[in-house]
């Protein structure tokens, strides 16, 4: 008798397909004994094909409604075995494994050949997003991937019911094929992971097995359907409404340092969320919305130089104080204006006065910005520069400390305001819209038949010119010039705008 008893192999034709679940093979082990011993024994053909397959614990569901059921497996892996999974790069799909595949392809160069331009650069924000993430410095909330696998590769695939109670629902393991995985929704969050694994941050943190991700994997899916998914998760609803995502973004570096300026000030309670009153011209508790103070900080600190996904948790408290001061100086000397609620003999304080509104406060953060510019301009300088000027036997924070004393050292320009000037000017300045001199930078608004709009103010009983107020560039850098020039003190005189 032989020493060495022949093992018997099951092979995955003997498996048998399951018409409620699109005719995939199912070993169901949670109803059949045998089935369960035999896949203890190691004697199933898919169990000898580990470069063939890749195992996967999972849920397997029919999700939607008959008899347009589709396969899904749902699962939770870890970084490194995300990427091992998924194994496409969308933003580097020549790299991918399984991009033969002609679905792959033809879905990529639809949706997925434009990664350039500002989807390059959300690309870079969410990968800086995952390794603060990594790193400790906040909390992920990172949104489900939603994948497909195209069915040319169906056949080969092979799932394990371990528990099969809910026939909705069953949950085992997924012997999928090593191919690629497009996605359907979440894209260059996919692109981002690859690209944050592959860093020294990573590797640190142990990244790959620590950090867990959420991926949905949708199974026998052709060409049509896939571009289906597509169209139908990225095509629906609305916009967010950007003042409530602020509102709730207070683990972002920017909306921490926003949370700690406001706190204290005139601001704290007066800011529009998208669910409190706006900040219409009646609309007098809200002095901005959270958007705009956002970006009032930034003008001060560095003259629009920084987006808001630039700011990094380190730069926090190189930036904290110069933002403190620059709202405190706005409450010092126009809160008395601020007035809420109007009294009934006034108008609104935004009808009348220029500070209330977003393009001449993110002005004056700008000329802040040039009274302190021999502090601030070298700190913009080593932020920009401290990822190419790396030490990496440094922190973070040691590191920009190191660079931005270098630059220190070669900055020897003037600043072309001083702090006390720009605090004389802003109380000298008269910041009535009517007056000819802010007429002559906004414009004013005119009737339909094309004479100047007026109205009455209420506590001369005067009539006066409306003026505009559009936020954009060209009135903010005329306010920022006429404020720093020579002839800043005709924005002190009394003169109003001619009424014809």
């Known amino acids: 008798m032989s020493m060495f008893q022949q093992r018997m192999i099951i092979t995955n034709d003997e498996i048998p397909r399951n018409d409620n679940y699109k005719g995939l093979r199912i070993l169901d082990c949670f109803n059949d004994a045998n089935a369960y011993k035999n896949y203890q024994q190691h004697v199933y053909q898919f169990q000898d094909n580990p470069t063939g397959l890749i195992p996967i614990r999972c849920t397997l569901s029919r999700k939607g409604s008959p008899p347009y059921y589709r396969l899904v497996a749902f699962c939770h892996p870890t970084l490194q075995q995300f990427v091992d999974i998924v194994r496409y790069d969308p933003s580097r799909p020549d790299a991918v494994v399984g991009y033969e595949s002609t679905e792959i392809q033809m879905a990529h160069k639809e949706t997925q050949s434009d990664f350039r331009g ?290 220190k050292s070669n900055y020897d320009k003037v600043n072309r305001i001083t702090m006390d000037e720009f605090k004389d000017r802003l109380r000298a300045i008269d910041w009535l819209r009517y007056r000819k001199h802010w007429i002559n930078i906004t414009g004013h608004s005119r009737n339909k038949d094309g004479t100047k709009r007026t109205f009455i103010v209420k506590n001369t009983n005067e009539e006066q010119v409306v003026a505009l107020a559009q936020n954009n560039a060209s009135f903010i850098s005329a306010v920022v010039s006429k404020i720093m020039s020579d002839t800043w003190t005709e924005l002190c005189q009394t003169e109003n705008e001619p009424l014809n």
């Open 118 to 407: 500002s989807k390059a650069s959300n690309l870079q924000n969410f990968k800086e997003y995952i390794l603060e993430g990594i790193t400790g410095d906040r909390t992920l909330f990172l949104p489900t991937v939603c994948g497909w696998q195209p069915d040319t590769y169906f056949d080969e695939a092979i799932f394990v019911s371990l528990d099969g109670v809910d026939p909705n629902a069953l949950y085992g393991i997924l012997y999928l094929p090593k191919r690629a995985i497009m996605q359907s929704d979440g894209q260059t969050q996919t692109a981002a992971l690859f690209r944050a694994l592959d860093t020294e941050e990573a590797l640190q943190n142990n990244a790959g097995n620590s950090v867990t991700v959420t991926l949905e994997i949708e199974l026998k899916v052709n060409g049509t359907m896939a571009g289906v998914s597509f169209a139908d998760r990225n095509g629906r609803g609305s916009k967010k409404n950007l003042n409530l995502v602020k509102k709730l973004d207070v683990a972002s570096p920017l909306g921490k340092l926003r949370h700690e300026v406001v706190l204290g000030t005139i601001f704290e309670h007066r800011l529009a969320d998208g669910r409190n009153t706006g900040t219409s011209v009646t609309a007098t508790t809200n002095i901005v919305d959270l958007n705009t103070m956002s970006l009032m900080i930034l003008e001060a600190v560095s003259n629009g130089r920084l987006g808001p996904n630039d700011l990094k948790h380190h730069h926090i408290p190189h930036f904290l104080p110069f933002a403190k001061e620059f709202l405190q100086l706005l409450e010092d000397v126009f809160a008395h204006d601020w007035k809420d609620p109007t009294p009934r003999n006034e108008d609104p304080y935004r009808k009348l006065y220029v500070h209330g509104w977003p393009f001449a406060l993110k002005a004056l953060g700008k000329v802040y910005y040039c009274a302190n510019e021999d502090v601030l301009a070298p700190l913009i300088s080593a932020i920009n520069d401290e990822l190419r000027n790396k030490d990496h036997r440094l922190s973070v924070s040691d590191n920009l400390i190191r660079v931005l004393n270098e630059e």
